[in-house]
């Protein structure tokens, strides 16, 4: 069974940190996620790519926005991916969902929601200004 679940999200200040991960089932992370992003949807706005990770050969991309303040990463142990966020914006709010690729994309769709198979339930983050 598939399987993809967030945890970090909250409350955070302007210019704060804040750590998402998204635990994935074994079979999940070993089949089902050649390529795994997180997305953030925000009130009224589309749901959009913020970072990729292609998972076998650790390239990964970032909306602009984020560039050089958020970072993506996983750990293979724990069948986890993480989105470490710093520098925290208002405009950084947002629910933040971890999604998974069963196949590589291309990397000009790799930011494109429907390019994945596999979505966690969202978790919400919030920063104050």
């Known amino acids: 069974q598939v399987q993809l679940v967030e945890s970090g999200g909250g409350s955070v200040q302007a210019g704060g940190s804040l750590r998402l991960s998204c635990a994935a089932s074994e079979y999940t992370y070993t089949y089902s996620s050649a390529c795994m992003a997180w997305f953030r949807q925000a009130p009224g706005k589309e749901r959009e790519g913020v970072a990729v990770?292609?998972?076998?050969?650790?390239?990964?991309y970032y909306a602009d926005s984020v560039k050089g303040r958020f970072t993506i990463s996983q750990d293979n142990a724990k069948n986890t991916l993480y989105l470490q966020m710093n520098s925290l914006k208002p405009e950084d709010t947002a629910v933040y969902y971890c999604a998974a690729a069963d196949r590589n994309p291309p990397w000009w769709l790799a930011r494109s929601p429907g390019f994945y198979n596999y979505w966690g339930q969202g978790t919400q983050v919030t920063v104050s200004s």
């Open positions: 990770i292609y998972r076998g050969g650790g390239d990964t």
